[in-house]
């Protein structure tokens, strides 16, 4: 694979792969969010001794290695998981289906059999 068809596929990732974008935006609002609570300290010194801005950046540093191992592991980990709902939604939908269908026949073969029995017909 040449590093042009690499470089695309990376790419791709980035572009197509929401889990991925989900990652980095998060990392990069928690950096956002790290700088702007170290500008808000008198000092650099304050601002590295900040419980807050190291774990925002922490936080920022977790998301981005995600999503760098998302886009490392490739498409087909998350091809893999795009398929399963349709087919569960599918599933769920012919599974629904099947039971009223069946249930209904139950239904009027019951409906049918306690109103139009013939024992009542002629009974009567």
Do not use: H
Request: zero cysteines.
């Amino acid at each position: 694979m040449t590093m042009i068809e690499q470089a695309t596929a990376y790419l791709d990732q980035l572009f197509e792969n929401p889990s991925v974008q989900d990652d980095l935006d998060r990392s990069l609002r928690r950096a956002r969010q790290a700088a702007a609570r170290a500008k808000q300290q008198k000092s650099a010194k304050a601002a590295v001794k900040d419980r807050g801005v190291r774990l925002r950046l922490q936080e920022s540093l977790a998301a981005a290695r995600s999503a760098a191992l998302q886009v490392k592991r490739g498409p087909e980990i998350e091809q893999r998981r795009r398929r399963r709902k349709p087919l569960l939604v599918v599933g769920a939908v012919l599974s629904a289906a099947v039971v009223a269908a069946l249930y209904g026949d139950l239904r009027n073969q019951l409906a049918g059999a306690t109103s139009s029995s013939p024992e009542q017909s002629q009974g009567a």
